[in-house]
């Protein structure tokens, strides 16, 4: 297993989940997401309580226990791709307490064309699986009939989800720019170009 230490940054609909994974898979490396280390230590007892509590509560968990759980999944990985957090300036200042990284990399997309991506997915209500309209086309014609569009999808509810990102998450960008550690990244593009462009900049900052 590689130990690269990389961080991946970028706004929803950015392609960090697609890109993660498969960062993970060439470089051979853990793919940590926060939603995923939450789920797998839901019940580890931290100061402020265990993760169930709050999940179970439909309560976002609180900072002081998303990063002791995010430390717990670092500790256990040699090298990792980090998903997800932090998403506030405080995470980021704790993690840069709890690791050191060797690559900081934003996926930069413009807004239209991230609106254009996440309006664009489609549900199959009977599977849950994901599709898009123009990217990922179910070949079964059933299938496609009985795709429909997630309400958090539509452009006014995808359109304010990226004006939160932005108040949340651009100083936690900023702290990386400030550090001199961002590297800016086209994020558009087909997934391979992307992804090409992330390995080489990971490659040459590692």
Same mark, same amino acid.
């Given at each position: 297993m590689a130990d690269y230490h990389v961080l991946l940054l970028g706004a929803p609909g950015a392609g960090k989940g697609t890109q993660s994974k498969r960062l993970a898979e060439a470089? +051979? !490396?853990?793919?940590?997401?926060?939603?995923?280390? #939450? @789920?797998?230590?839901?019940d580890v007892e931290t100061e402020y309580g265990t993760?169930?509590?709050?999940? +179970?509560?439909? %309560?976002l968990v609180p900072d002081e226990v998303v990063n002791e759980i995010v430390e717990e999944a670092l500790s256990a990985a040699d090298g990792y791709v980090l998903d997800g957090y932090p998403r506030n300036l405080s995470q980021a200042e704790y993690l840069s307490d709890i690791t050191d990284l060797d690559a900081v990399v934003y996926l930069?997309?413009?807004?239209?064309? #991230?609106?254009? @991506? !996440?309006?664009? @997915? @489609?549900l199959d209500p009977e599977t849950g699986d994901i599709y898009?309209? %123009?990217?990922?086309?179910?070949d079964d014609e059933a299938v496609r009939e009985r795709l429909v569009q997630r309400?958090?999808?539509?452009? %006014?509810?995808? *359109?304010? *989800? #990226?004006?939160?990102?932005? %108040?949340?998450?651009?100083?936690v960008i900023e702290h990386y *720019?400030?550090?001199g550690e961002l590297v800016?990244?086209?994020?558009?593009?087909?997934?391979?170009?992307v992804f090409d462009r992330v390995a080489e900049t990971i490659r040459e900052r590692a």
């Open positions: 470089f +051979d !490396l853990e793919h940590v997401t926060t939603g995923d280390a #939450l @789920r797998a230590n839901k993760p169930r509590e709050y999940m +179970d509560a439909g %309560e930069d997309v413009d807004e239209d064309e #991230l609106v254009r @991506r !996440l309006t664009g @997915r @489609r898009h309209v %123009e990217f990922d086309v179910p309400d958090d999808d539509t452009e %006014e509810t995808v *359109r304010e *989800r #990226l004006r939160v990102y932005r %108040e949340s998450t651009e100083p *720019r400030e550090r800016e990244v086209d994020g558009e593009g087909s997934p391979d170009e």
